[in-house]
């Protein structure tokens, strides 16, 4: 198995600007988070995906932070307009159920730098 | 009001010698499940050891062991025989159960071990 596979690796890019983060999550699983991680605030859960459905995003940060799962293999996270604040490491993960022993594999993450 | 708590910013360890990084947790749930994820530089998330809370024994990894004390909700991570290959981010995270809400892990705000030659 591929693993959890997210692009680009890194996206540099200017303010005001549209971004958009792709991923895309292990065969079979059903669930889907997107995090974010700075220094300053760790990593925070922004959204989740239930069976492709969105089911918690109150971790997204504004209304300029969109996400969606269009089919059980990729999933998208835009920023529009983007903002020096947005520059962070997005991670998506997926976990194959609703277990509390079931682990999230985790992608290598997007370094977002916007200037 | 914070879930996860790792009260070490930052450790160092002597090379070959036993670690023990911190975590305690918050949770009213009975059934929950603990993680512990290593993140070196290269930036990537590694799972290391899982703890249900229902288990009785301590989980162990390889030279990974978790301290579980249930009563104290607290689930150390020890790292026996340190090597030069952990420096890095370890972040302790729960999975909460069913009373709560199992469908998020949250995460603590992590420890950054470093290991002296």
């Known amino acids: 198995d591929a693993g959890v596979i997210q692009s680009p690796r890194h996206e540099v890019t200017e303010m005001g600007q549209e971004v958009t983060l792709r991923c895309k999550p292990i065969?079979?699983?059903?669930?889907l988070f997107w995090y974010r991680q700075t220094m300053m605030r760790g990593l925070e859960l922004l959204i989740y995906?239930?069976?492709?459905?969105?089911?918690?995003d109150s971790g997204m940060p504004e209304d300029r932070f969109s996400a969606k799962m269009p089919n059980a293999s990729f999933s998208t996270l835009k920023i529009q307009p983007s903002e020096p604040r947005d520059s962070a490491v997005y991670f998506c993960?997926?976990?194959?159920?609703?277990?509390?022993?079931?682990?999230?594999?985790f992608g290598s993450g997007t370094q977002l730098s916007v200037l | 009001a914070q879930k996860i708590t790792q009260t070490q910013p930052g450790m160092f360890v002597q090379e070959k010698e036993a670690v023990t990084l911190d975590c305690t947790y918050d949770t009213s749930d009975q059934s929950y499940g603990l993680f512990w994820y290593k993140q070196p530089s290269s930036g990537e998330m590694i799972f290391l050891i899982y703890q249900g809370s229902y288990d009785e024994q301590n989980a162990t990894e390889g030279r990974y062991s978790l301290n579980f004390q249930k009563a104290r909700k607290s689930a150390n991570l020890v790292i026996s025989a340190s090597q030069l290959g952990d420096s890095a981010m370890y972040f302790c995270a729960m999975r909460e159960g069913p009373e709560t809400s199992y469908d998020k892990v949250i995460f603590g705000p992590g420890t950054s071990l470093s290991v002296i030659p």
């Open positions: 995906f239930n069976n492709n459905v969105p089911i918690d």
């Open positions: 993960a997926s976990s194959p159920h609703l277990a509390t022993n079931e682990k999230l594999f």
């Open positions: 065969s079979g699983h059903d669930y």
